[in-house]
């Protein structure tokens, strides 16, 4: 019988109803009216690359150890991989116990660890190889050879136009490569995420829910929602288990909270940097690795120029267009670092805070950072911040501590977003489609109870996975299962960390 997870990156309550009401999605909202669904809450940052491995792991950030898309090391920023994941991914442990997966555009699940089936590279993967590692190989990799992921990067580069007219080629590829996949009855448990809605809703979601969408995104979502209405058609012919998942929401926010300009007004970031960020372009399009340049004496003078700029009296359109300009470039104005004692993180929005390294008493300056921040209100005496917390109040586990120190997040009910950028200004208004913390949990099973719970978390998906395929439960995870049945539960992790270690030692064997 198996299982079927189906991702759908971006897709909230919200979203869903929307879409719904359009007649996109049908086959989700049939489920989610005559089934299990829930509204379920992400983890911090609701961001694609935490918010996932949270999903197929089933533990917060502080115990998988990624809180971010990007490691940073020695100056250069690299994207993360499964490699740098410290818990083990639900479909790792059905592999251990020899059964069949198919893992289709997961994020971070690249390189594949722990396989028995098939492991099609998500957009992060860059240049990642299919694999398959199944008794029946030949026939599996005839259907899947023909998968090529897309980058969200090739919108920047053609113009949404164009690329939509890429995705629509190849989501019908991709549709025919799911369904065959499906048809194979030796393979049992299919996880699959969607990425191309959330790829439409950072552009588009402010006028999808108003009813107002381009013709050329009217096609994208037509195929998006066919797509998914195949997927869920053949697991129901093949009586399957189902659960529909979602990494977060979407919202409209109006204004931009600058937080480093705060941070400068309230003493606690100083200086002014011109942040230049090169590129190694690769052989395909897609993300890069990226490196910070030394600056040259021209870009110093270039900070000053602009800093007086920034100080000058000006109106506020004026401050919109210029942050309007800086984010289309390859510039970033910000603190200096170096100087300043407590400073956001170059995150765009930014959900962190951090205390310089060289700060000794960083406790202090942390609890007097919090403090501040919460108290500040806008003129209508609302909150600027929905979230302003310590990283050991927002995380648990063995890895808190490479969290950065502060967690925050723009008000939500007031639709502020945070940004990172340094500008004259704390605040400007724009709208801007990103990110909440409430995504959708549907499931159809004999074993759940139907009807609406209200709500549940991200977490709660891979306990329920287990239950459903009578394993033993993982210890040490931090959702419940909503299966109404007895279940037992195990330490998968040891067997897990050999088994990682020897893939990991054979990768660089022949790297």
Same mark, same amino acid.
């Given at each position: 019988?198996?299982?079927?997870?189906?991702?759908?990156?971006?897709?909230?309550?919200?979203?869903?109803?929307?879409?719904?009401?359009?007649?996109?999605?049908?086959?989700?909202?049939?489920?989610?009216?005559?089934?299990?669904?829930?509204?379920?809450?992400?983890?911090?940052?609701?961001?694609?690359?935490?918010?996932? !491995?949270?999903?197929? #792991?089933?533990?917060?950030?502080?115990?998988?150890?990624?809180?971010?898309?990007?490691?940073?090391?020695?100056?250069?920023?690299?994207?993360?991989?499964?490699?740098?994941?410290?818990?083990?991914?639900?479909?790792?442990?059905?592999?251990?116990?020899?059964?069949?997966?198919?893992?289709?555009?997961?994020?971070?699940?690249?390189?594949?660890?722990?396989?028995?089936?098939?492991?099609?590279?998500?957009?992060?993967? @860059?240049?990642?190889?299919?694999?398959?590692?199944?008794?029946?190989?030949?026939?599996?990799?005839?259907?899947?050879?023909?998968?090529?992921?897309?980058?969200?990067?090739?919108?920047?580069?053609?113009?949404?136009?164009?690329?939509?007219?890429?995705?629509?080629?190849?989501?019908?590829?991709?549709?025919?490569?799911?369904?065959?996949?499906?048809?194979?009855?030796?393979?049992?448990?299919?996880?699959?995420?969607?990425? +191309?809605?959330?790829?439409?809703?950072?552009?588009?979601?402010?006028?999808?829910?108003?009813?107002?969408?381009?013709?050329?995104?009217?096609?994208?979502?037509?195929?998006?929602?066919?797509?998914?209405?195949?997927?869920?058609?053949?697991?129901?012919?093949?009586?399957?288990?189902?659960?529909?998942?979602?990494?977060?929401?979407?919202?409209?926010?109006?204004?931009?909270?600058?937080?480093?300009?705060?941070?400068?007004?309230?003493?606690?970031?100083? @200086?002014?940097?011109?942040?230049?960020?090169?590129?190694?372009?690769?052989?395909?399009?897609?993300?890069?690795?990226?490196? !910070?340049?030394?600056?040259?004496?021209?870009?110093?003078?270039?900070?000053?120029?602009?800093?007086?700029?920034?100080?000058?009296?000006?109106?506020?359109?004026?401050?919109?267009?210029?942050?309007?300009?800086?984010?289309?470039?390859?510039?970033?104005?910000?603190? +200096?670092?170096?100087?300043?004692?407590?400073?956001?993180?170059?995150?765009?929005?930014?959900?962190?805070?951090?205390?310089?390294?060289?700060?000794?008493?960083?406790?202090?300056?942390?609890?007097? #950072?919090?403090?501040?921040?919460?108290?500040?209100?806008?003129?209508?005496?609302?909150?600027?911040?929905?979230?302003?917390?310590?990283?050991?109040?927002?995380?648990?586990?063995?890895?808190?501590?490479?969290?950065?120190?502060?967690?925050?997040?723009?008000?939500?009910?007031?639709?502020?977003?945070?940004?990172?950028?340094?500008?004259?200004?704390?605040?400007?208004?724009?709208?801007?489609?990103?990110? +909440?913390?409430?995504?959708?949990?549907?499931?159809?099973?004999?074993?759940?109870?139907?009807?609406?719970?209200?709500?549940?978390?991200?977490?709660?998906?891979?306990? #329920?996975?287990?239950?459903?395929?009578?394993?033993?439960?993982?210890?040490?995870?931090?959702?419940?299962?909503?299966?109404?049945?007895?279940?037992?539960?195990?330490?998968?992790?040891?067997?897990?960390?050999?088994?990682?270690?020897?893939?990991?030692?054979?990768?660089?064997?022949?790297?």
């Amino acid at each position: 019988m198996g299982i079927l997870v189906l991702g759908i990156d971006g897709l909230g309550p919200e979203g869903l109803e929307k879409l719904s009401k359009m007649g996109y999605l049908r086959s989700v909202d049939f489920i989610a009216r005559r089934y299990f669904r829930a509204t379920a809450k992400t983890c911090f940052p609701p961001q694609t690359v935490p918010a996932w !491995i949270s999903i197929f #792991t089933g533990v917060n950030p502080g115990k998988h150890g990624l809180f971010s898309f990007f490691s940073t090391s020695r100056g250069r920023v690299r994207i993360h991989t499964s490699l740098d994941v410290r818990f083990p991914y639900v479909f790792e442990i059905l592999s251990m116990f020899r059964r069949s997966v198919v893992l289709f555009n997961v994020p971070l699940s690249y390189p594949f660890r722990l396989l028995y089936g098939v492991g099609i590279p998500d957009w992060l993967a @860059g240049d990642g190889r299919i694999i398959v590692r199944h008794e029946k190989k030949n026939i599996i990799y005839d259907i899947v050879k023909e998968s090529i992921p897309i980058s969200p990067a090739l919108k920047s580069v053609l113009g949404w136009q164009k690329f939509a007219d890429i995705l629509e080629h190849e989501l019908e590829i991709r549709r025919w490569v799911i369904e065959g996949l499906l048809e194979l009855g030796y393979l049992e448990n299919y996880f699959i995420v969607i990425s +191309d809605l959330d790829w439409l809703m950072h552009s588009f979601y402010h006028t999808i829910i108003k009813g107002n969408i381009p013709k050329y995104v009217e096609k994208v979502l037509r195929k998006i929602s066919s797509l998914i209405d195949s997927i869920i058609k053949k697991a129901c012919k093949r009586n399957m288990d189902i659960i529909i998942i979602s990494d977060h929401g979407f919202k409209v926010y109006n204004k931009i909270v600058f937080v480093n300009t705060i941070l400068k007004k309230l003493g606690l970031a100083r @200086g002014f940097t011109i942040r230049r960020v090169a590129s190694r372009r690769k052989s395909r399009v897609g993300l890069r690795t990226l490196r !910070i340049r030394r600056k040259s004496s021209s870009e110093k003078i270039l900070e000053k120029m602009f800093w007086l700029f920034q100080r000058a009296p000006i109106p506020h359109n004026i401050h919109r267009r210029i942050y309007k300009m800086v984010m289309r470039s390859n510039i970033r104005l910000f603190v +200096d670092s170096e100087l300043s004692p407590v400073f956001s993180l170059l995150n765009i929005p930014a959900f962190f805070i951090g205390v310089n390294r060289r700060i000794r008493n960083k406790e202090a300056y942390v609890r007097y #950072t919090v403090k501040m921040l919460s108290r500040i209100r806008d003129r209508h005496g609302r909150r600027l911040f929905s979230l302003v917390a310590t990283r050991e109040d927002i995380y648990w586990g063995p890895y808190v501590r490479r969290a950065p120190h502060i967690c925050i997040f723009g008000s939500i009910r007031a639709r502020y977003l945070t940004s990172a950028i340094l500008m004259a200004v704390p605040i400007i208004h724009k709208t801007t489609n990103y990110h +909440d913390f409430d995504s959708i949990f549907i499931a159809k099973s004999e074993g759940i109870v139907w009807g609406h719970v209200g709500g549940r978390s991200i977490y709660d998906v891979v306990p #329920t996975i287990y239950a459903l395929l009578d394993i033993p439960i993982q210890k040490g995870l931090d959702g419940q299962n909503i299966v109404n049945k007895e279940v037992r539960y195990a330490d998968h992790t040891m067997r897990w960390k050999i088994a990682s270690r020897i893939f990991v030692k054979t990768l660089k064997k022949i790297s």
